[in-house]
């Protein structure tokens, strides 16, 4: 089936092509590692995590480039606040990065590459850019001269004049245009630098990503993605380095996250507002913040707060405890109707979860044709007490690689799914206990394990096919 997108360059859905059908290439841009991540930035990795995931389950190869800002204006304060130097602060701050996108499921990048390991890069790029006449040197800074790059703007719909306006508020008399930038900054005492042929300097943020995405991914890359703060001024720039170079498209798909909220209003660090990926961790589990974060659709906003967030784990729990019944129902070997028909319900959901995710990577829609196969599963289960093995084993697999697609993990490995597995063994050891007991006539210390259990909210029920329990919610 075909995958849609909804291109920024352009502001449409299209069909996705990659360039070269045997592998799509997606750049997206990093963090700044001058702190921790808070769950705003987590939403644009999520999002970025799960286009990766659904271009692999539709059978693309994806090389996947994900930068670390570590030279910037906010690396270089943060430094110095915290006595440290820039190198030491990138490191930690990097390091939690990655722990932090670890507890997400979110697949590490094939690159990593950071700023500060690809100045000569940068440098060169800036050269050709100087020698083509788009930029041009004032007292050791260099700037990119927007109007001699004639599609600026194409992106974010910015028209140079609005641009001009805008930039008036800060002027910088060095610029011819007020809104050229930056893409070299000369030294400063106290700033880091290195050598260049315009003096001793650091680069602007925009050049690091062009350069780097075409360092690892090519001239033309198949999908670039960010936060929709990123399409201008970032990605604008970065269009018009990269193409002022090589004279080619340089990227195709352009991808943009709408905000995480608080109240309302966008998550920031500027605001005050952010929650970082660790201190939300202890409101609740990774998976459910992940399974969270894709609550809504990518475009939209999404707002954080206690009720969404319960909901969000309500919703993952009845998934899981969908897949692991149908995990834990015996198995017998004839096929019955239906067992058919569950099948064919189930193949029914996927239907509906790949249309989602081809409209756009609809991913409330796709959980919801989850939550529908997940009622189908319960349905069946409420009547039957067996299931052939193959069946069985053919939507466990559907089920498992749709759950894949969203990061969702639901085996041993997951801490909830696993709590609840030590948990159904330990009563069942405290049942066969109990049994045994009843059988020698001990009724004292079998009442006394069903008493205790009920005290913790769990009811045994003696049946004629033995007995059974369940969790009081109360
Ligand atoms: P930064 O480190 O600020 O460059 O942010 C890293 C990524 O997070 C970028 O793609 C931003 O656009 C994105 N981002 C920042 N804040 C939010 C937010 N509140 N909601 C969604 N994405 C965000
Ligand atoms: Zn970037």
């Known amino acids: 089936m075909v995958l849609r997108v909804f291109n920024t360059l352009g502001r449409r859905k299209e069909e996705f092509i990659p360039l070269n059908p045997s592998e799509v290439r997606m750049y997206v841009c990093g963090p700044t590692v001058y702190d921790y991540i808070h769950i705003g930035n987590a939403r644009a990795f999520v999002v970025a995590d799960v286009v990766r995931r659904y271009l692999k389950y539709k059978g693309f190869k994806v090389r996947y480039v994900s930068n670390i800002t570590d030279i910037d204006d906010k690396m270089i304060n943060r430094a110095k606040e915290m006595g440290i130097s820039i190198q030491e602060l990138g490191e930690i701050y990097s390091n939690a990065y990655f722990e932090d996108i670890d507890k997400l499921n979110i697949e590490r990048p094939d690159v990593t590459p950071r700023a500060t390991q690809h100045i000569p890069e940068m440098i060169e790029a800036i050269e050709t850019l100087i020698k083509k006449g788009y930029a041009y040197v004032v007292d050791g800074d260099v700037y990119f001269d927007i109007s001699r790059f004639e599609e600026y703007g194409k992106l974010s719909g910015n028209r140079a004049e609005a641009l001009e306006m805008g ?13 050229d930038f930056a893409l070299w900054k000369a030294w400063k005492p106290g700033e880091p630098g290195w050598h260049s042929p315009w003096g001793k300097g650091r680069p602007g943020w925009h050049i690091e990503c062009s350069t780097m995405a075409q360092k690892y991914l090519g001239e033309t890359i198949d999908i670039h993605m960010g936060g929709k703060d990123l399409i201008f001024p970032h990605h604008e720039n970065e269009i018009a380095q990269a193409e002022a170079i090589t004279g080619k498209t340089f990227a195709r798909y352009w991808l943009h996250n709408e905000w995480l909220t608080v109240g309302g209003e966008k998550m920031s660090k500027s605001l005050g507002n952010f929650i970082t990926v660790r201190d939300a961790l202890k409101m609740c589990s990774p998976e459910v913040l992940r399974f969270f974060l894709i609550s809504a659709h990518y475009r939209s906003p999404l707002d954080f707060n206690e009720k969404a967030l319960k909901n969000a784990e309500r919703r993952l729990e009845r998934l899981i405890n969908a897949v692991e019944r149908l995990h834990d129902l015996p198995e017998r070997e004839d096929e019955t109707a239906e067992d058919r028909r569950l099948l064919l319900e189930i193949e029914n959901g996927k239907r509906k979860f790949e249309e989602a995710m081809d ?49 969702v993990r639901w085996e041993a490995e997951m801490e909830v799914s696993y709590g609840n597995r030590l948990l159904k063994d330990l009563i069942s050891i405290l049942i066969d206990v109990r049994d045994e007991l009843r059988k020698r006539r001990d009724w004292k210390i079998a009442d006394r394990i069903r008493d205790r259990l009920r005290s913790i909210g769990i009811i045994l029920e003696d049946t004629p096919k033995g007995t059974k329990w369940r969790i009081s919610r109360k």
Do not use: C, H, Q
């Not at 930039?167 to 809104?179: G, S």
């Not at 196969?373 to 299931?387: G, H």
């Not at 052939?388 to 498992?400: D, Q, S, Y």
């Open 167 to 179: 930039a008036r508020i800060e002027v910088n008399p060095k610029k011819r245009n007020p809104a």
């Open 359 to 407: 409209d756009d990577f609809n991913t409330p829609l796709a959980i919801s044709a989850l939550i529908g196969m997940a009622k189908a599963i319960n349905s069946y289960a409420d009547v039957n007490e067996k299931i052939e093995g193959r069946i069985k084993r053919r939507i466990l697999k559907i089920f498992t690689d749709l759950l894949e697609v969203l990061g």
